[in-house]
């Protein structure tokens, strides 16, 4: 529950550098691969992104973690690769 700065670090890490058989998986659970990679991206090179992420994680259950997943993805998934884009810059600065 309570990870350390590099506990996120290295999980972020791991999230941007998976491999084939664990991107199957992904999309077999209806994940997003790509997306969540970039997120994660995202998240290393943010520092105020990655401990509002640390924040929101440790008050949550895994299901709710996961749930949050699957409702972030399915929003994601309405929008146009150019809306996710701008949003994502939004998310950034």
């Known amino acids: ?3 350390s700065d590099d506990d996120m670090t290295r999980m972020l890490e791991g999230m941007a550098n998976i ?3 664990e991107e199957a998986r992904m999309r077999a659970m209806g994940a ?3 997306m969540m990679k970039k997120a994660a991206q995202m998240m290393s090179s943010n520092p105020l992104m990655r401990n509002a992420a640390k924040t929101m994680m440790k008050n949550m259950t895994p299901e709710q973690m ?3 997943s699957q409702q972030a ?3 994601m998934s309405n929008m146009s690769p150019g ?3 701008k949003a994502m810059e939004q998310m950034n600065k």
């Open 1 to 3: 529950k309570n990870m």
């Open 19 to 21: 491999g084939p058989e």
């Open 32 to 34: 997003d691969p790509a």
């Open 66 to 68: 996961a749930q949050a």
């Open 73 to 75: 993805q399915q929003q």
């Open 83 to 85: 809306d996710i884009e």
